[in-house]
């Protein structure tokens, strides 16, 4: 924590710096959490497509090309000498400016990235996780990857509070997505997802989830299921880059078909091993 002495809250010049900085006390930024196995990045460039496409949203022009912050991030990860599992975080907010609504002219963007031990859940991939559902009070907007988690951090922590990882979230009765994933139900051999409109954030791991059911001949279908048809799933799981591919078991506290993962969730996730080009017997 940075604690204001005194003599700062007297001098107004240094009051700006580093509390009035625009992620912080707007959340007008957008950020990247990208995966790492064994040193090496997953689905970069597809994250780095995204955050251009979150920066456009909201109007903040990058200071960087895609080749440009490719190659920083590539470095970033020689300078942490990262060989095992991990993930960075990059973040990137309007700029430090005296605290106004409107954008700060002449200010360049703050841009934070670091990277993260993130070792792989194999308990979890394994046995599966519980989660709640939750209704989705989010803004309308939620295709931008932005700060603004207020709604994902209140749902993710009621979900803590039931002893659960994750929570369902649904709109007008739909299924959207979690707080901090992309969900899937499985019925009869296909899988139903949200389809990706602004409602829900497009997954990079939900796009590779959607090229292994292709090479799978499973058929992946981009239509919203309701609260409802859960408990009448023969699968669910779950999808991100913290949580890669994780079967999900239980939902308020009933079971999901038999209460175990299910064979298409297990054959996603040997296809996403094989994609991340992840060895566990190393
Ligand atoms: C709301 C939401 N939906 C879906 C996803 C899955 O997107 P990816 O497949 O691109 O990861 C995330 C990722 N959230 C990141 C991943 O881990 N922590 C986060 O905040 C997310 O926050």
């Known amino acids: 924590p940075i604690i204001m002495t005194q003599s700062q809250f007297t001098h107004r010049d240094n009051l700006h710096y580093p509390f009035e900085e625009r992620g912080l006390q707007f959340g007008d930024g957008i950020y990247e959490v990208i995966r790492i196995y064994h040193g090496t990045y997953y689905l970069l460039d597809e994250h780095v497509d995204r955050l251009f496409r979150s920066a456009e949203a909201i109007k903040i022009k990058l200071p960087f090309n895609k080749e440009e912050i490719t190659h920083l991030l590539l470095e970033l990860l ?12 990059l973040q990137v ?3 430090s400016a005296p605290r106004d609504h409107i954008f700060p002219a002449d200010v360049l963007p703050n841009i934070y990235a670091y990277v993260g031990d993130q070792p792989r859940n194999l308990e979890l991939l394994q ?13 309308e907007y939620c295709y931008i990857k932005s700060l603004n988690l207020l709604p994902n951090v209140l749902a993710k922590q009621a979900a803590k509070e039931n002893n659960c990882y994750e929570a369902i979230l649904h709109k007008d009765g739909l299924v959207t997505e979690c707080s901090s994933s992309n969900v899937y139900l499985v019925k009869d051999g296909t899988i139903y997802t949200h389809p990706a409109t602004k409602n829900i954030l497009h997954g ?4 590779a989830v959607e090229r292994f059911a292709g090479e799978l001949n499973i058929p992946f279908i981009e239509e919203s299921f309701e609260v409802e048809e859960i408990s009448l799933a023969d699968e669910l799981f779950l999808s991100s880059s913290t949580s890669e591919i994780t079967p999900i078991v239980k939902v308020d506290n009933l079971d999901i078909a038999d209460g175990k993962p299910g064979k298409i969730t297990r054959q996603l996730q040997e296809a996403y091993e094989t994609d991340a080009k992840i060895q566990e017997n190393n």
């Open 127 to 139: 046995n599966g996780v519980q989660t709640i559902t939750q209704r989705d009070i989010r803004w």
């Open 93 to 95: 907010t309007r700029g």
């Open 78 to 89: 020689e300078r942490n000498k990262m060989t095992t599992d991990g993930k960075v975080y």
């Open 204 to 207: 990079c791991v939900r796009m």
